[in-house]
């Protein structure tokens, strides 16, 4: 499975950005996708998840109310639409894939990773 993600920039607080990351490659029916970030220094943080069969959802408590993770099955597309964006937000969001159907928060449970993509919120 290769993911390429995309979206990402600078945008002042307060503000929204959107990130997209598409799957390719032989997947199964079930499986989760998400979204981590990163800061220099730091370990990689869970973000939100999606399970692409029933469509359940998990988010860190960080971004509850602020960030949604929708996907599109047909294309085998995970969406993050990030709102209110702090300045905190700032790191680089990594999609990732993991081919069971149950969502970890643990990075190591995900077999595939995305490029990073760079967000920046500026305040």
């Known amino acids: 499975v290769q993911l390429q993600a995309s979206g990402g920039g600078l945008v002042q607080s307060g503000g929204s950005l959107r990130l997209s990351c598409a799957a390719s490659?032989?997947?199964?029916?079930?499986?989760?996708m998400g979204w981590f970030r990163q800061t220099p220094g730091k370990d990689r943080e869970f973000v939100a998840a999606l399970e692409f069969n029933i469509g359940t959802t998990n988010y860190a408590d960080s971004v509850k109310g602020r960030f949604t993770i929708s996907s599109d099955n047909a294309k085998k597309t995970v969406y993050l639409q990030m709102n209110k964006l702090k300045p905190e937000d700032t790191a680089v969001y990594y999609c990732?894939?993991?081919?069971?159907?149950?969502?970890?928060?643990?990075?190591?449970?995900?077999?595939?990773w995305g490029q990073g993509t760079q967000v920046t919120v500026s305040s």
């Open positions: 490659g032989r997947t199964s029916s079930r499986y989760v």
């Open positions: 990732a894939f993991d081919r069971t159907a149950v969502i970890y928060t643990h990075p190591e449970r995900y077999q595939h």
